[in-house]
């Protein structure tokens, strides 16, 4: 079992890693890079060429995708942008896929030098005429007890629930491990 320890301890430190590729924010890239031995690489907002979109309601949804997944990581990583064209607040309540035993709704903050990530039970308002973007280091979705490592190329179902739009089924497709 020791043999496999730095193994795991490195497969860890990378799936943090492209974790936290995405829009940090400036001043959460100048932090992490004056950690020993921490290079982040940050993505833009950009979803890449092929995302999912699709409309429920007053509801757009657009640049949907979701990561490869690296050799062992036991998560994965989707991302998707929703804009309420509506009067009044909606709530993405819940996300469910075939392919994953849980979808969680997660968000990454930094605090000083160390990465946060909790689970929004209560989900992610989408407010009235606003945009809201789950994208990598931020708001996202998080695959658990996946059936089998996404691979780039491929796709993901998920069924995204609101509170007041309701159910709309999307087909993810995977990008690099690496980013857009």
């Not at 860890?12 to 492209?18: D, I, Y």
């Not at 995302?51 to 657009?62: E, M």
């Not at 280091?137 to 780039?152: D, P, R």
Request: hydrophobic share 40%; charged share 15%.
């Amino acid at each position: 079992m020791r043999h496999f320890r730095p193994v795991i301890a490195a497969m860890l430190c990378s799936v943090a890693a492209f974790s936290m590729s995405g829009i940090a924010g400036a001043q959460q890239a100048e932090d992490m890079s004056k950690m020993p031995g921490m290079k982040m690489q940050m993505d833009t907002a950009k979803a890449p060429g092929g995302a999912a979109a699709g409309k429920i309601g007053v509801l757009d949804l657009s640049g949907g995708y979701v990561k490869a997944m690296l050799p062992g990581q036991p998560v994965g990583g989707g991302y998707l942008t929703i804009h309420n064209g509506g009067s009044s607040d909606d709530r993405l309540v819940s996300v469910k896929s075939a392919e994953a035993g849980k979808v969680e709704l997660h968000e990454m903050t930094m605090q000083g030098n160390v990465m946060k990530m909790r689970e929004l039970k209560d989900g992610v308002i989408v407010p009235a005429g606003a945009t809201v973007s789950l994208s990598p280091n931020t708001l996202h979705m998080m695959f658990k007890q996946v059936k089998s490592a996404f691979k780039q190329g491929g796709t993901v179902p998920v069924t995204l629930t609101f509170e007041k739009a309701g159910a709309v089924d999307m087909s993810l497709p995977v990008t690099s491990a690496k980013g857009n």
